[in-house]
């Protein structure tokens, strides 16, 4: 099992900036790709970036340039730097992470959320 918790959310004026990070513990060892994922009231859940165990990223066309996602493999911990902040950027930001286990097959770990609010 991973467990990880999600930390440095909070209120911010729009074109402010935040820094999410993501602790994992538990079963680290063979952690795949990561990445941040959020929720709006009302909407589903959907991808912001993910990054692989070697570093490559991809992001959603509507964070592109504005957000970075970083990890330290040897921390176990994932980032998420968020500048020119948007009200539309308002949600609960959730880390995920794969795992591949003994079976090699690829399981999925979540957080409990973290919320950005992001103010006019």
């Known amino acids: 099992q991973v467990q990880l918790v999600e930390s440095g959310g909070g209120l911010v004026q729009a074109g402010g900036s935040l820094r999410l990070s993501c602790a994992a513990s538990?079963?680290?060892?063979?952690?795949?790709?990561m990445g941040w994922y959020r929720q709006a009231a009302g909407k589903q859940r959907e991808l912001v970036a993910r990054i692989t165990s070697g570093g490559s990223a991809n992001y959603a066309d509507s964070v592109k340039g504005r957000f970075t996602i970083s990890r330290d493999n040897v921390k176990n911990m994932l980032y998420l730097q968020m500048d020119s902040l948007k009200p539309e950027d308002t949600a609960v930001y959730y880390c995920?992470?794969?795992?591949?286990?003994?079976?090699?097959?690829?399981?999925?770990?979540w957080g409990q959320g973290t919320q950005v609010t992001v103010s006019f």
């Open positions: 538990g079963s680290t060892s063979r952690l795949d790709t």
């Open positions: 995920n992470t794969e795992r591949r286990g003994r079976d090699l097959r690829l399981y999925d770990y």
